[in-house]
């Protein structure tokens, strides 16, 4: 049977790595009892998961933030680093993520 595959960028400056591993912790969980269930695996992405290359280091991350489903944002104390083109990396996620959707109404944005 097909298992549904579905894309989550979680996007957040480094001041909520206790958050985005709990988030982690959760999807976990969550891929390997209900979502087993009903044949849906949550792929949790951030920018901790992506491999260094050549170039801006943003436009590496990028690419997850283009193909997710849902977009969450957290922020808390920090807004995060400036990403070369914009005043974080943060803002650069969100903002791709806000224009895909205003063209095509995806990624959903938490």
Not at 38 to 67: A, C, H, S, Y
Request: with cysteine; aromatic share 10%; charged share 30%.
């Amino acid at each position: 049977m097909f298992r549904k595959v579905l894309p989550v960028f979680i996007a957040s400056p480094s001041d909520l790595g206790d958050e985005r591993r709990g988030a982690k912790k959760v999807v976990d969980k969550f891929n390997k009892s209900l979502g087993q269930k009903l044949n849906v695996t949550i792929d949790l992405l951030g920018w901790e998961d992506t491999f260094p290359g050549v170039g801006r280091p943003q436009e590496l991350i990028n690419p997850d933030v283009e193909k997710c489903e849902i977009f969450i944002g957290l922020l808390w104390k920090r807004w995060g680093t400036p990403s070369g083109e914009f005043s974080s990396s943060f803002e650069e996620e969100f903002s791709i993520a806000m224009e895909r959707n205003r063209k095509s109404g995806s990624p959903q944005v938490w």
